[in-house]
């Protein structure tokens, strides 16, 4: 039996069978609805307002995270709501993955182009009655006095070659790929139309890249989210919704490749190139991302000691995966480290040049996945750590991403009055991550919390318990987009950021002790990530998510993982040095790690436990001294 | 405007637009109808009788082919007939390609077993907190201790790998290909289990072998008739056909791509060997029928000077192909030569050795397209001619395959009576390629032809005047099948005789003069190709089709193109070899000969216009000499 499903105010209609969540419908029906714990009821941001038709009474997830008075007024979570009948459902804005402010260069050195495929112009000699030899014996004859021995053609290749030769009166322009196969054969002179793309699939956001391979240069770049949003925010939820089935699996890989697909056709209409024209497509992503872009069975990934099927650099055909560029085109896939740091991490570095540096440095990749590597020419070590997805503003009671009217900055005076800055500077809708960063900075600093993150402040206007216990409030409805209701931090929200902060401190201070260097040694920081642009690097300090270094040590060099797929798209050296660096790389499994818990807790602290490695953070805030040293049994 | 088509007996229906023929409507609904000419009215062997609707008038071809008679009674050509209402055909028995008795086994050479696939049986160390590294590297680990470095791993392997891994407790058989690629990952011990396939793709005939490529056994062998012989008899009918649009083509592709799934599917079902254990295809046929399976454009093909588009060994997957193997398996082609001369020819000379024989051998693969090769260790020389179809039965009034009820041996008395054997001891229904031969043989020894091939005898109950001449009777209507008509060869037949094998010899000849060696030197003739195997040698030699040579130093080795296709499935070293017999072969193309038109009309005669070359044959016969020499202005 089924029924329909309607959504407004798209209109959307689809029909699933009695006992589908609503969120199923919305997955089927391709409406944009924020999912970010995969469907288990936990973050609450998939609310909906039931229009129309009779629904089940409320499940305990939905009257913990919507309550009583909501429901009432007919509001229900759409990975709880089941259908029993024909239902209208309106979803409402904050409900809502929508477009985002998206940040997806970084900086990249430069790389001596030695591309992986190549195109030559060549005039064959056409066959005659007394040299009547195949067409392919010709070519390798012309490409051989050329030094190429090419010993593969394509099979979508060889079947318009022959057409393609006559038409093209012989002259005729071949690319090669890997000095082994010809993937394309075009009339006249096109060697000046050679490109490859370049992909970054964050757990958030996709970037896409399109890069003439002739001269390095970037001629298109975009982003977008990742549309795998939908099966869940954090990698942990998409492993388990693609885990149970391998239709849930080819969902979750289609909606990825969808993604890219769209960004290059944008790129291929903005530009004009052809999609035959695009011949290569390197991608980067976390080991998750990474598999579920190959459509890999991804349920180990999720289970300890977390091995991923690929480690080594793979390569797969365009064709194979249904992605958009030449038919034959090759896709390369840097290679993975282990656990969940993947090739992002390999090309973080690639682009960072950490490998190369006398001086030890310490690389934080900030996303929903934070990687953490610390080294130098030395020795590199790495690890990744869940730190969620609150500095992307979820799991934030008032969180949001950083679109329009998005809190990003935040001052507090010493009477604990707020100065804010909003994307675009429209009038405030919630507060985005480098917000959420400001302000417990800003409420440690003043004293507004102790150094366990609890709120102290009392007797003022700005602090009032609500349903979750004590909240300040940034501003006040009246001045907000909605007019309706305060955008406040929680206590729960310094807790997410304690979280979040901690697991970055911890895995930074387990790889110290691993590597066996010492605090001293570190000469510099480097946050990397299209979220990292945006974070002040001195409240970052001050939370103590980063070790305290001079502000002058600590750079952002953005989108550094696009940067890396974009350094080995140029270059087949880059992806040669990119397999060494995943070679010599030693991995940290946190997990097994009992320092990581350790450093875990004390980091939970603002800045943390141990005040004597934060002398100058501790002199500058006025936040109470509450701290408790972690002693392992 | 579309009507139906509805056949008889079958009682098959199928919506033709108007003005559609009857033959395409036979070969849309898969109806079995002969369609030698490839459909141009031609060879009058798509009869039909029209059982209901009205049809337009008769054509021509219709006129000249069926006659009046038949028409008044509503006999047809289904290749001309076009269709303006709905109509029923009843498809005759003679117009039926149907089941054929088919020779597929060849003469084989033993061979060292180096096939391009391996099986190696593995126990892979399962990955734990302190070894976390992906699966890829893990195995690489274990292969590379084997002395192994397959640097892929098939795309649809990586997809199922990890499951496999662990269900099989990590002990597992890989399958490795060319030493570069895992193409396939099975649980336990699987090593026993490693077969390929042989395939002959014959212009009349397709024959499939299924080989254990560990002790190079062969565990199945069936043919059944090239299923795109209803596109066509003659490669050129199937060029034209295939070259007026990519769907034909495709639909060319499919059909004998279809016919090897067909007897690949029957020879699992009768060995229980399973799909995915079938890793490798190689596949031989001229160079028309190798370029239509792999769905390459044919069109030049037909035009001098007749390139092939491949010329090399060509590789591509099985998945890419839709052949019913391993997906990940290998499809190999054998190198071509150039025109038509393809690697069935080379895989004869693989399985005859010439190469590297130090007396000179003429090889001749009878066929509709017979290869013509003439060498020694010292060089090899090769041609293809365009034989016709008449030793198999067509373009002969009575001619038949060499099913039940063929007449396959002809003795005639000095009195002219006639004893013959059928296939299967039937009654005779017509005659099949060897019959003809015999016939015509015969009745050049008792002098009822001259050597010309003119019909001499007079006044004898077995001698009249036919619609298309005089013709020879050889079965009287009574003792026939059928008991309607009499079995006769006609001028017309031996004519088409007379072009047949003169066209062999005269490729001979040319090779002969083209690589400078003398008569005198050939030492063996080699008769290969699954007709061969019945034709009497003494009678071949005497309507001259192949030179006076002993007896004893004919040979016939049977289908030595399978012969030489299971080779290369057994061995790389083999396929190494083929491709340096490619490249030493030189290759005649016939049409910028002027020698050859020069032996071809000397060859008209039988045995031959120089009877100085045929002189125990001249002495033996009592046919009157009325030879005319050639001289080429």
Known sequence: MEFEVKFLPEGKRISVPAGSTVMSAALRAGVDLANICGGKGFCGKCLVEVLDGN????????????????????YRLACQLTVQEDVTVQVPEQSRVGRQRLVIMGKEPPVA??????????????????????????????????????????????????????????????????NREIVNVQPEDRTKELYGVA???????????????????????????????RYGEDVISRIGYASQ?????????????????????????????????????VAVGNTAMHHLFLGLDVKWLGFSPYPPVVG?????????????INLAGNIHMLPNVAGFVGADAIADILASRIH???????????????EVVLGCREGLWSCSTASGPAFEGAHIKCGMRAASGAIEKVKIGDDFEVEYGTVDGEKARGICGSGIIDAVAEMLRTGAIDMSGKIVLQGHKRVRDGIDGKEFILVFKEETASGREDIVITQEDIREVQKAKAAMYAGYMTLMRKSGFRREELSEIIIAG?????????NARIIGMIPELQISKISFLGNTAGSGARMCLKSTDVRREAESIAKAIKYVELAAEPIFEEEYVNAMYMPNSKLEDFPEVTASVKAPRVVRRYVRR
């Open 530 to 538: 299209a979220f990292g642009n945006y974070i002040d690097p001195e």
């Open 55 to 74: 629904v089940p009474p409320p499940t305990d997830q939905e009257r913990k995270r919507v309550g009583e008075e909501k429901i009432k007024k007919g």
């Open 356 to 370: 190369e540096k006398d001086r030890l440095i310490l690389l934080m990749d900030v996303g929903t996945n934070t």
């Open 199 to 229: 992909v970054d699939i964050g757990t958030t956001k996709l970037a896409v890249f399109i890069v003439d391979l002739l001269d390095g240069g970037i001629i298109f770049a975009e982003g977008i989210m990742n549309p795998q949003i």
């Open 245 to 281: 089935s391998d239709e849930n699996l080819k969902e979750v890989q289609k909606a990825i490749i969808d993604g890219i697909n769209s960004l290059i056709q944008r790129g291929l209409e903005e530009t004009g190139i052809k999609e035959e024209d695009l011949y290569e497509l």
């Open 113 to 178: 182009l030695n591309p992986n495929v190549k195109k030559v112009y060549v005039e064959v000699a056409p066959p005659s009655l007394h040299d009547p030899e195949g067409d392919d014996v010709r070519i390798a004859k012309v490409l051989a006095a050329m030094g190429l021995d090419p010993v593969l053609i394509d099979y979508e290749i060889i079947k318009k070659m022959p057409k393609i030769l006559r038409d093209g009166g012989w002259k005729v322009t071949f690319t090669i790929l890997n």
């Open 312 to 324: 080594r650099a793979y390569n797969v055909r365009a064709k194979d995966l249904g992605i958009r």
